[in-house]
C-alpha cells in the first residue's frame, strides 16, 4: 500500500491547558458567566430593597484600674488578678446581668420588635422564658469591641428603630456604671459590718476581763507587785527568749552540718556556699575532663598522663582537705550551740523555780492584766480600721468610678444595612466569581471536543479543515442562511427553518437562499461556509500526490456529527475544479445521501452487490456539474459482509479507472465495523467530529481502532465549530475581509 498520503499520528499532548485556553473557555462561555452576574445582581438588589433597614447606634465608654485610695488588702484578704482586670470588664459588658438591668432600664418588653407583634404583659415579664428570650434578643444585637492600644470601649448596638438603638447603648453605659459602683463598695460595706460586730464582741470580752482581774486581787489580797518579783519577770521573759534563739541557732547549725557531713570531692552538696570550696571543685572538674579526654589517645604511661594524673590526685586531696576541714567547723560550732542551748535551758528552769517560789499569784495577776492590755489595744486598732471603712463607705454617695462615658450614643442617621451598593458590588464579585468557577467546572465535566487543539491532543491526528457551525444567526459572509419564505418576508423575521430537505434540483438556479448547509458549496459559492470546504478540499490535495488520493472514505466516531454533509459538501467543491468526482453513498444502514441530492434510493449500491446490477443504471447524474452519485440502495440485512465482499473491491476498481476521486460515505466508525471494512480498501479516511458533541473518548478510540487496523487517515474535519472561539473567528473575518 501506498503511504504518501497517510498522515503520521502525532503523539499525544497531555500538557496541561496555558492561560490562553482559560480565556477562551471564558470567552466561550461568557453567557454563563453574565447570566450569573446578573442574578446574583438582581437578588441582592431585591434583598436590599425588601430587606428592613437596620440602624446601629455606637458609644465609646473608657475604663480604668481601679485606684487604691484606701488601702484595706490587709483587713479583706482579697487576691486581686489584675492582668485579667480588662479582659473581665469586656465581658461584663456583655453579660446577661447587665443585659437584664439595660432591659429593665429601657423597658424593652413594650417594643414590638422584641416582644412580637403583640405588647408584652404583666404575666409574659414574670415568665423566666420569656425574660430570657429577650436577654438572648438584646445580646445577639450588642457588639463590645476594645480599641487597640487604649483603654477605651466601644459598643455598639442594632436595632430596626433608631431611637431605640442609642437608647439601649446609652442604658447600657448607665447600668455598667451602676454596676460597677454597687460591686465597689459592696466589700467596703461588708467589711464595715464585720468590724462592728468584732469590736462589740471585743468590747463584752475586755469588761469581763477587767472584771475577773479584779476579783482575783482581791481574793489573793494582791494590791501592787515589788520591785524583785518584777526584775525576777524580766529575767524569765529574757532567759526564755534567750533560750529560743539558743534553740534556732543549735537547729540551724545542725541543719549545716548535717548537709555537708557527707562531702567529698566526687559529692559537693549545695549547702557547702563557701568559695574556696567552688574554686578547687571548678579545678578539680576541669583536671578530670582533660584526663579522661587524653585518655582517649594516649596509655597511662605516657608522661603527660602521668603529669596530669598527679595534678589531679593532688587537686582532690586539697577539695578533700578544705572539705573535711570545713566539716569539722561546723560540727564544732554545732556542739558549741548545743551546750548553750543546754545552758540556758538549766539556767531557765531555775528561774523559773525561783519565780514561783517567790509569788506565783503575783505572776498569774500580771499575766491577767498583761492580756487585757493587749485585747485592749486591739480594740483600739479595729476602732481605726473602722473610721477609714466609714470614710471609704461615705464615698459611694458620690459616685466615684472608674468606668467613664466618652461618648454616648447619638441617633444614628442612616441604616447600616442593607448596604445597598456595598451589596451589589459583593453580589457582582461573587457572580464574576462563581461563574468563572462554574464555566471552569463546566468545562472540565464537558468530555467533548471543541478545538484543534483537542483533536491533537486526544487522537494525535492532524485537523484539515474547520466548519463553523450552521444557524440564523451566522452571518459571516454579509447575509443569512436561513431560508426565507414569503409568509417570513411578510412578517418581517428571520428564523430558522428545522425542515432540513434541499430544494429540487430545478429550484436550484433560483435566487432563494439554501435552507440548510447540505450542498452549500453548490447553493451558496461565496460563502463562508463553501470557503471552509474549499479549505478542506485544498488540506487534502496539497497533503500528497494527486495519484494516490483516487479513493477516500469519510466517517465519524459517533452517529449525527455531520460527515454526510462535509462529504457532499467536499464533494461538490472537487467537482467544481472540472474534475470528475463520484459520491458513493455506503451507509447501508442510515443512507442519507439520495435526502440530500433529492433522487429516489432505488437502484444503488445494495442492489449491485447481491444482484449484480448493471454499473451504468447505478450511476446516477447529480445537479452538480461533475459530479456523479452512487445511491445506497434498500437497506440489507447484513451491510458488513457486502461492504467487505470481493465484489467491493472489484467495484472500486472499476470505478477508480473512471473517475479522478472516488468518496464514498461509510456508518460511524465506533458503530459498526463498515467503515473498519472498507477503509483497507481505500486509498485514506478522514474522520469528521463535531465541535461540543463529539466525546474526546470517542475521538481517542476511533484513533485507536485506526492504528489496531493500520488503517491510512488524512486527518480530523471539526463540524459546527463555534466561531466565537478566540482565533478562529478572526481568522474567518480576514479571509472574508479580503474576499469582499
Not at 494525535?460 to 457551525?469: A, H, I, K, Y
Not at 460563502?527 to 477516500?552: Q, V
Not at 459498526?672 to 486509498?683: A, E, H, K, N, Y
Amino acid at each position: 500500500m501506498n503511504n504518501e498520503n497517510y498522515a503520521e499520528p502525532q503523539a499525544l499532548d497531555t500538557g496541561e491547558i496555558n492561560l490562553r485556553k482559560y480565556l477562551d473557555i471564558i470567552v466561550r462561555r461568557r453567557w454563563m458567566v453574565i447570566s450569573i452576574v446578573l442574578i446574583a445582581a438582581a437578588l441582592s438588589l431585591i434583598v436590599s430593597f425588601v430587606t428592613r433597614p437596620v440602624y446601629k447606634a455606637r458609644g465609646t465608654v473608657m475604663i480604668e484600674k481601679e485606684p487604691n485610695i484606701l488601702s484595706f488588702e490587709d483587713i479583706f484578704q482579697i487576691e486581686t488578678f489584675r492582668d485579667d482586670y480588662f479582659q473581665t470588664q469586656y465581658k461584663l459588658l456583655q453579660s446577661r446581668s447587665l443585659a437584664e438591668r439595660t432591659i429593665d432600664r429601657v423597658k424593652i418588653w413594650e417594643k414590638k420588635e422584641f416582644s412580637g407583634k403583640k405588647v408584652a404583659t404583666a404575666d409574659d415579664l414574670k415568665n423566666p422564658v420569656f425574660k430570657q428570650k429577650l436577654v438572648d434578643k438584646f445580646l445577639s444585637r450588642l457588639e463590645v469591641r476594645p480599641i487597640r492600644m487604649t483603654r477605651l470601649v466601644e459598643v455598639a448596638f442594632k436595632a430596626h428603630d433608631p431611637n431605640l438603638a442609642s437608647d439601649c447603648v446609652n442604658a447600657l453605659f448607665d447600668s455598667f456604671v451602676d454596676l460597677n459602683i454597687e460591686a465597689k463598695y459592696e466589700t467596703t460595706e461588708q467589711a464595715t459590718e464585720f468590724l462592728s460586730q468584732q469590736i462589740e464582741e471585743l468590747k463584752k470580752d475586755i469588761s469581763q476581763k477587767e472584771q475577773e482581774l479584779q476579783n482575783y486581787g482581791q481574793e489573793k489580797d494582791i494590791v501592787i507587785l515589788s520591785d524583785k518579783e518584777t526584775t525576777m519577770l524580766d529575767k524569765i521573759s529574757e532567759l526564755n527568749k534567750a533560750l529560743t534563739e539558743a534553740q534556732i541557732e543549735r537547729v540551724r547549725k545542725e541543719s549545716y552540718y548535717n548537709g555537708i557531713k557527707n562531702a567529698s570531692p566526687d559529692f559537693i552538696p549545695e549547702a557547702l556556699n563557701n568559695p574556696l570550696i567552688q574554686r578547687l571543685r571548678e579545678e578539680y572538674l576541669k583536671l578530670s575532663r582533660e584526663y579522661a579526654k587524653m585518655q582517649e589517645k594516649f596509655q597511662p604511661e605516657y608522661p603527660e598522663m602521668q603529669r596530669l594524673k598527679a595534678e589531679l590526685d593532688s587537686a582532690r586531696e586539697l577539695l578533700q582537705n578544705e572539705t573535711q576541714r570545713l566539716v569539722k567547723a561546723a560540727y564544732a560550732d554545732y556542739q558549741a550551740a548545743l551546750k548553750k542551748e543546754i545552758s540556758l535551758k538549766e539556767l531557765f528552769e531555775q528561774q523559773k523555780e525561783e519565780a514561783f517560789r517567790l509569788n506565783s499569784s503575783a505572776i498569774l495577776y500580771n499575766s491577767l492584766k498583761i492580756e487585757l492590755e493587749n485585747k485592749k489595744n486591739l480594740l483600739e486598732s479595729l476602732l481605726k480600721r473602722q473610721s477609714e471603712t466609714g470614710v471609704s463607705a461615705r464615698l459611694k454617695g458620690l459616685r466615684t468610678s472608674n468606668i467613664r462615658i466618652v461618648d454616648r450614643a447619638d441617633l444614628p442617621l442612616r441604616p447600616d444595612s442593607p448596604r445597598k451598593v456595598r451589596n451589589l458590588l459583593l453580589a457582582i464579585f461573587l457572580g464574576l466569581f462563581g461563574g468563572l468557577g462554574l464555566a471552569l467546572v463546566m468545562e472540565y465535566l464537558d468530555n467533548t471536543v471543541k478545538s484543534a487543539e483537542d483533536v491533537e491532543r486526544y487522537s494525535g491526528l492532524p485537523t484539515l479543515g474547520v466548519v463553523p457551525v450552521f444557524d440564523e444567526d451566522a452571518t459571516l459572509n454579509g447575509h443569512y442562511y436561513a431560508y426565507r419564505s414569503a409568509e417570513d418576508e411578510d412578517e418581517g423575521k428571520k428564523r430558522k427553518i428545522k425542515d432540513r430537505r434541499p430544494v429540487e434540483p430545478l429550484e436550484a438556479e433560483s435566487e432563494e437562499e439554501p435552507r440548510s448547509i447540505e450542498l452549500i458549496s453548490h447553493f451558496a459559492p461565496d460563502s463562508t461556509f463553501a470557503e471552509s470546504y474549499r479549505s478542506l478540499r485544498t488540506a487534502l490535495l496539497l497533503s500528497g500526490p494527486l495519484s494516490s488520493l483516487k479513493s477516500l472514505i469519510v466517517t465519524s466516531p459517533l452517529p449525527n456529527e455531520g460527515k454526510s454533509v462535509t462529504i457532499s459538501n467536499l464533494a461538490v467543491s472537487l467537482a467544481q475544479m472540472e474534475k470528475k468526482v463520484l459520491l458513493v453513498d455506503a451507509d447501508l444502514r442510515r443512507p442519507k445521501q439520495h435526502r440530500i441530492f433529492n433522487l429516489k434510493n432505488h437502484d444503488g449500491l445494495s442492489n449491485y452487490l447481491t444482484m449484480g446490477l448493471d454499473l451504468t443504471r447505478m450511476i446516477k447524474t447529480t445537479l452538480v456539474p461533475s459530479l456523479y452519485f452512487i445511491n445506497s440502495g434498500p437497506v440489507p440485512p447484513n451491510p458488513a459482509e457486502l461492504l467487505g465482499s470481493d465484489r467491493m473491491k472489484g467495484l472500486l476498481e472499476r470505478l477508480k479507472a473512471a473517475f479522478d476521486f472516488i468518496l464514498i460515505d461509510t456508518p460511524p466508525i465506533l458503530s459498526v465495523t463498515d467503515s473498519q471494512v472498507l477503509g483497507r480498501m481505500v486509498d485514506g479516511l478522514v474522520l469528521v467530529v463535531q465541535a461540543d458533541r463529539t466525546p474526546k473518548e470517542a475521538l481517542r478510540q476511533s484513533r485507536e481502532i485506526i492504528d489496531l487496523l493500520q488503517l491510512k487517515t488524512y486527518g480530523v474535519v471539526i463540524n459546527a465549530l463555534n466561531l466565537d472561539n478566540r482565533g478562529y473567528y478572526h481568522r474567518h473575518y480576514y479571509r472574508h475581509y479580503y474576499r469582499k
